[in-house]
């Protein structure tokens, strides 16, 4: 990963420390913003807020890829298994790098897993920054839906892709359906040197 992504990436962790929460990742893929993130919080030696990616470690249903602006290129690259990744490496790689206490891995279908996830933590759990690298609408709104009710006041809504795709729509429509005066703005990073949008959320 190239210093650039890492120094915008952190910039936008900067903003996110501030706020009360735990950091969540829909889409880990080979965990590189799990390591950024992860050392970030060990560096900064900040306890209180952990890293949770989740990934099916294995790409898309056809439901996700079908109900996805981008579905082309969502089948086009499970076709070619780009998405299958072994989450122990990813995990390997954690211990390696001394982040094991600052992040957690939930895998599985999105749709599903966040949901139980939510379910095992109390009422009072918030959520600061939502990282969304899924690519696909349909994991990526669901996900929304459920942390809607987690987020802290500011918390930073980060959208990874730079085509506008099923993350974008995800985002914009999870904004306009609660009827909230969120700006989404332009990071005006090039791919790969860091995501592309970030919005604020306002719980009212």
Request: proline share 2%.
């Amino acid at each position: 990963m190239s210093a650039q992504l890492v120094s915008n990436i952190e910039s936008i962790l900067k903003e996110a420390i501030k706020i009360s929460g735990d950091i969540i990742e829909l889409g880990v893929y080979r965990g590189g913003n799990t390591f950024i993130i992860g050392e970030f919080l060990r560096r900064h030696k900040i306890f209180d807020t952990k890293y949770v990616g989740f990934d099916t470690f294995c790409g898309y249903t056809e439901e996700d890829i079908s109900t996805s602006p981008n579905k082309d290129g969502l089948r086009s690259n499970q076709e070619s298994g780009r998405w299958n990744v072994d989450v122990a490496d990813v995990l390997a790689q954690i211990k390696k790098r001394e982040i094991s206490d600052y992040c957690d891995l939930v895998r599985g279908d999105i749709k599903e897993t966040i949901g139980s996830f939510l379910e095992k933590r109390e009422s009072s759990y918030r959520v600061s920054m939502v990282y969304i690298d899924c690519n696909a609408y349909l994991p990526a709104i669901t996900a929304l839906d459920h942390l809607k009710d987690f987020l802290s006041e500011g918390a930073c809504l980060v959208v990874d892709e730079h085509q506008i795709g099923g993350e974008t729509a995800a985002l914009r429509e999870f904004i306009k359906r609660n009827n909230r005066d969120v700006k989404i703005q332009d990071m005006g990073w090039k791919f790969p040197h860091g995501p592309k949008y970030l919005a604020r959320w306002s719980s009212s």
